[in-house]
């Protein structure tokens, strides 16, 4: 049926599409890292817990979270993390494994897009 | 100025924060045992108290745009530079603006201007933390009516 594949292939476009911002978010906050922590680019992937992987400590995150703050026109709910966290409402890798602070700040912009 | 307490700030002369900026001011005392060792027969102001200086009037203005909700802690120190010496008796205008609010914390731009002149400026990055404790509230209540805190500017 048309209607069917077209659906699908507006489905593996929004896909791809997704893929592109993920990838692009992703390579701006490696870059940030990279150039604020002086860790080799390719040492950073999506993978990577800021923490147990890179090193990163509280104090070099405030940079990378400012960093991330004027790049992306956001606030980075730093503050709430930690508390959850803390509270064991949360673990530290839903918001330091790279591919999920990418996620995070992916909706933190498309929350502001919305006029959220 | 008292330079032993590190009571660097003076007066607060204008706090808007609407526009996140302070000016204040700030006299660095003729005598000190600063000065006696630093430098003997060449009395200076330490690079790091200018520092200290620009740091209290980001704090200050903190204090005012979170309505002395949190209290700054000086967390890093960025860009800075002593572009004059200050001396025993120079009266600092200092002023701040805060560059960026973020979650917890915030960056500072400093200057301090002796006489009109720039003599030292700095990017500074501060946490903003909870009151530790009641005294410490208390202290920072009595150092803001010494120094001219308008309460006017943070009252709803």
């Known amino acids: 049926m048309p209607t069917h594949r077209a659906t699908l292939e507006s489905d593996k476009y929004l896909q791809y599409i997704k893929g592109l911002v993920m990838s692009s978010t992703f390579d ?39 960093a991330i703050d004027k790049q992306f026109g956001i606030k980075l709910p730093l ?17 330091f494994v790279l591919k999920n602070l990418c996620a995070r700040i992916d909706e933190l912009v498309a929350a502001k897009g919305a006029g959220a | ?35 006696e060792g630093h430098f003997p027969g060449y009395p200076l102001m330490p690079g790091v108290l200018l520092i200290e200086s620009m740091a209290q009037a ?8 979170l309505k002395f909700e949190r209290m700054p802690i000086l967390a890093a120190v960025k860009e800075a530079k002593v572009r004059g010496s200050v001396y025993p008796g120079d009266v600092m205008s200092i002023e ?11 960056v500072t731009e400093a200057k301090i201007r002796v006489g009109g002149k720039l003599r030292a400026n700095s990017t500074l990055t501060f946490t903003q933390i909870p009151f530790p404790n009641a005294d410490m509230r208390g202290h920072m209540d009595a150092i803001a009516k010494r120094v001219g805190f308008p309460q006017q500017a943070v009252s709803p």
């Not at chain 1, 080799?40 to 992937?45: A, H, K, L, M, V």
């Not at chain 1, 503050?79 to 918001?95: F, H, L, P």
């Not at chain 2, 701040?96 to 915030?106: D, E, M, N, R």
Request: aromatic content about 8%; glycine content about 6%.
């Open chain 2, 1 to 35: 100025m008292q330079l032993e307490y590190f009571h660097m700030i003076d007066r607060i002369v204008d706090l808007n924060v609407d526009e996140k900026t302070i000016v204040v001011e700030a006299q660095v005392p003729n005598a000190s045992t600063i000065f």
């Open chain 2, 58 to 65: 980001s704090g200050w203005l903190q204090l005012g745009v």
């Open chain 1, 79 to 95: 503050e709430k993390w930690t508390q959850e966290v803390n509270d064991g409402k949360a673990t530290t890798e839903q918001y």
């Open chain 1, 28 to 66: 701006q906050v490696a870059t940030i890292i990279a150039e604020t922590c002086d860790i080799p680019r390719d040492t950073i992937t999506p993978d990577s817990h800021a923490i147990d992987d890179l090193g990163i400590d509280s104090l070099d995150f405030l940079d990378i979270a400012f």
């Open chain 2, 96 to 106: 701040a603006t805060l560059s960026h609010q973020g979650s917890g914390y915030a």
